[in-house]
């Protein structure tokens, strides 16, 4: 059996080695190549329309709306942009065809970019329209950065009228996929 002076004196000394054997410098300044890339997703715009709130006479008519869209007046994400993609479903359950221009605007109320879908009638079955991804980079992406408001013009085609007692409805869901550069 070993004495409990010579065990302290032999642990004290394994402690030490312990201690010494692996330690290393550390390069703080590696935090100058940290380079991070999130991708956000996030709803972009939602809405759902019944046939009997489009009442007309027939003809082609329209129905506007404009919100504003304050995401890129935050410096951080605006600088650290680097491409978005948007994407969008739309499901028509009235016997119409729709029109839907999105309408990308500054603060002039300036037009900076369409995005257009032609809406086919509803026939009785499943009309589920997914688009093909609008994709900004480059011109485009620098463009969108200065959207502070989106527009939304509905133009109804010509057909039979709707009224108060017309069924189905028209709805737009999309989202928006961010890809940010983080240095």
Do not use: H, W
């Amino acid at each position: 059996m070993i004495p409990n002076s010579k065990r302290s004196l032999l642990s004290t000394i394994l402690c030490a080695f312990l201690f010494f054997s692996c330690s290393s410098e550390l390069d703080f300044d590696q935090i100058k190549d940290l380079k991070l890339e999130p991708v956000v997703v996030a709803n972009l715009a939602y809405f759902d329309i019944p046939a009997n709130q489009l009442i007309d006479d027939g003809g082609t008519n329209i129905v506007y709306d404009v919100r504003n869209f304050t995401v890129f007046r935050d410096k951080f994400f605006n600088e650290r942009l680097k491409k978005a993609e948007f994407d969008f479903e739309i499901e028509n359950t009235i016997e119409r065809t729709f029109a839907l221009n999105m309408l990308l605007m500054n603060d002039q109320n300036e037009i900076l970019q369409t995005i257009s879908f032609t809406v086919p009638a509803y026939t009785g079955s499943s009309n589920v329209i997914k688009y093909p991804t609008e994709v900004f980079e480059n011109e485009r992406l620098d463009l969108l950065k200065q959207t502070t408001k989106i527009g939304f013009v509905v133009l109804i085609a010509a057909g039979d009228p709707l009224n108060s007692q017309s069924l189905g409805s028209l709805k737009l869901r999309s989202s928006a996929t961010a890809y940010l550069v983080i240095e």
